[in-house]
């Protein structure tokens, strides 16, 4: 069974992902998101009440309690957005995600896969040098994507980014460059 944390969890995009991919060979054990709205929608989705406490706050003992084998990430996109300042790192929102990032390394526990998701914009940003440095510190490899649901017939045209990430000794079957 592998065991899941949601971090940035909102109404539980990546937990339903996970569900659709693994089916009963995957259990999200805990999410963890400030916006209480999306937590109560993603309790009515999921049956989990998500951990409203600050993301950047929580300790690694705390985390590696859990003994989750993935971390799913969706941190707060508005740092990258095209719309937006696009502050990357300096943007205060961005401060939990490199807070957890940090926390990595401190972990007896550390997570054999994380998958990250966020906006196109995420991919020219600071804290995504950030994110694929402390990866490569932390002895995991990574695979980048930019997809657009529409090539996975999905009616919606906004791009996303996404980072694979997996603990070495695990690997990936096609190994590709860094973007």
């Known amino acids: 069974m592998m065991k899941a944390l949601e971090f940035y969890s909102g109404i539980g995009g990546l937990h339903y992902s996970l569900s659709e991919a693994r089916g009963d060979s995957a259990e999200v054990l805990a999410a963890f998101d400030i916006n209480p709205l999306a937590n109560k929608v993603y309790e009515r989705n999921h049956g989990i009440r998500p951990n409203a406490s600050d993301i950047g706050s929580l300790k690694p003992a705390y985390l590696d309690a859990y003994e989750a084998d993935v971390w799913l990430l969706s941190p707060p996109c508005q740092p990258y957005t095209r719309q937006g300042?696009?502050?990357?790192s300096q943007d205060p929102r961005a401060e939990s995600f490199i807070l957890l990032l940090e926390k990595i390394e401190k972990l007896e526990n550390p997570p054999n896969y994380l998958l990250i998701e966020n906006v196109v914009g995420f991919e020219k940003s600071s804290t995504r040098?950030?994110?694929?440095?402390?990866?490569?510190?932390?002895?995991?490899?990574?695979?980048?994507?930019?997809?657009?649901p529409l090539d996975l017939g999905v009616p919606y045209s906004r791009s996303r980014y996404f980072c694979i990430a997996k603990r070495q000794p695990l690997r990936f079957s096609n190994p590709q460059g860094d973007f």
Do not use: C, D, H, P
């Not at 300042?85 to 990357?88: A, E, F, R, T």
């Not at 694929?132 to 995991?140: Q, S």
């Open 85 to 88: 300042l696009q502050l990357g």
């Open 129 to 148: 040098e950030y994110l694929i440095a402390t990866m490569k510190r932390n002895n995991y490899t990574t695979q980048e994507f930019v997809v657009s």
